[in-house]
């Protein structure tokens, strides 16, 4: 019994590390406890391995680590995507046989579907090049979505790609590719997510937390109907009503599903695995989901941090109503071909970069036209259309 919960906690552990090690460097968790963990794994630790290394070999390991890291985090490789795929295919070869039998027809399509739809968007989102700009789709991707003049700016030229750089499109170097409306690269998928197949990325991660959490609630159904056969139906007949909890301490009950854990080793083991991984699904879906709502991207929003830092700090201002803005040929060009229903004429100045920086620099600013902004609040963000619309525009894949 003592072993079995060991190894409860030790999942949730697992599971919890895990989430920390790849979603604790977001803006939201920064500082936080989350993010000072996941500092901890990737900064604070391997400084320690290293040193420890130089004394013991000569720095021989951490060479061959840093050549293995290397390979893992900036090449376009399938280690990922194959450890994910053979998680998810052998959890199901060793469920759903166990499983089967004891389904109504019922449980039996849900199953079905849930099985077949993450294979699906994880097909897409693999395989989808449509996000990748072009030459020959330059001018559309152009229109798409309007300079903002704080994140994005026009006449910026890709130094890889010699292309000009729509709004809100960034080069990825692992793909090696200019995306548009870049969110991230997403090793889990080997391709970058952008316009183009951004939606089959959230189909994924929502399938994928509906099938586990289904995973989760088939196994406790399962395991809770063997429990109530043993305890209650052959001891009392198949009439009575009464629940195998009834009665029973919360230890008694542990114990109880314990003994129904280790007597259906294959259920149980996947039912605990989907029951504990299902959180990081959701949570990772619910993080996009707020993405949307916000009007943003992963990418746009370590951009917005590093401007809400500045901001704090007293460097940004912004144009009044009466200041003068230029307009170069470039913003015309640009915004002739615009699509988007929303634009602005906000313009940022960031003296991040001009310390020391006086009371006198900003009177100077002020008398010229220019205000301070004190919160990110007072800027625009003009790809935010309400969450309604945001949404809608996730689905255009062209």
Request: hydrophobic share 45%.
């Amino acid at each position: 019994m003592v072993s079995y919960r060991h190894i409860i906690v030790a999942i949730l552990l697992l599971s919890f590390l895990v989430f920390t090690a790849l979603f604790g460097s977001l803006p939201s968790f920064r500082k936080t406890p989350v993010g000072y963990i996941n500092r901890l794994i990737w900064i604070q630790m391997p400084g320690l391995l290293l040193s420890t290394d130089r004394l013991i070999s000569g720095g021989r390991c951490a060479l061959f680590l840093k050549r293995s890291g290397y390979y893992l985090m900036n090449e376009n490789h399938p280690l990922v995507l194959i450890f994910y795929m053979a998680v998810v295919i052998i959890a199901e070869i060793l469920f759903v046989p166990a499983a089967w039998p004891r389904l109504s027809s019922s449980h039996r399509w849900a199953a079905i579907i849930a099985i077949i739809i993450p294979f699906i968007t994880t097909y897409q989102s693999v395989r989808s090049t449509s996000s990748v700009i072009t030459e020959d789709n330059l001018d559309s991707q152009i229109g798409h979505y309007p300079y903002d003049h704080v994140l994005f700016h026009p006449g910026k030229v890709c130094p890889t790609c010699r292309l000009i750089k729509p709004a809100r499109s960034k080069h990825c170097r692992i793909c090696n590719v200019c995306v548009a409306k870049q969110d991230h690269h997403c090793i889990w998928v080997m391709n970058c997510l952008g316009r183009g197949n951004y939606v089959y990325f959230i189909g994924m991660i929502l399938s994928l937390a509906i099938l586990l959490s289904y995973g989760a609630y088939l196994c406790y159904m399962l395991l809770d109907d063997t429990l109530q056969d043993v305890l209650i139906r052959r001891s009392a007949g198949m009439e009575t009503r009464s629940h195998w909890t009834v009665g029973r301490t919360y230890m008694q009950r542990f114990d109880l599903w314990t003994w129904a854990f280790t007597g259906d080793v294959r259920i149980g083991a996947v039912g605990l695995l989907a029951l504990f991984t299902a959180p990081l699904a959701w949570g990772l879906f619910l993080y996009h989901v707020y993405l949307i709502w916000a009007g943003t991207t992963t990418n746009e929003s370590f951009k917005w941090e590093e401007w809400k830092e500045d901001v704090a700090d007293g460097f940004v201002y912004k144009n009044g109503p009466e200041t003068p803005i230029e307009r170069s040929f470039n913003d015309m060009n640009a915004e002739s071909r615009l699509s988007w229903s929303v634009t602005s004429s906000q313009r940022l100045i960031n003296k991040v970069g001009q310390q020391p920086w006086h009371r006198e620099d900003d009177l100077d600013m002020q008398r010229a036209g220019w205000i301070r902004v004190l919160s990110m609040k007072e800027v625009d963000n003009i790809y935010d259309l309400g969450f309604k619309n945001n949404l809608g525009d996730i689905f255009h894949t062209s």
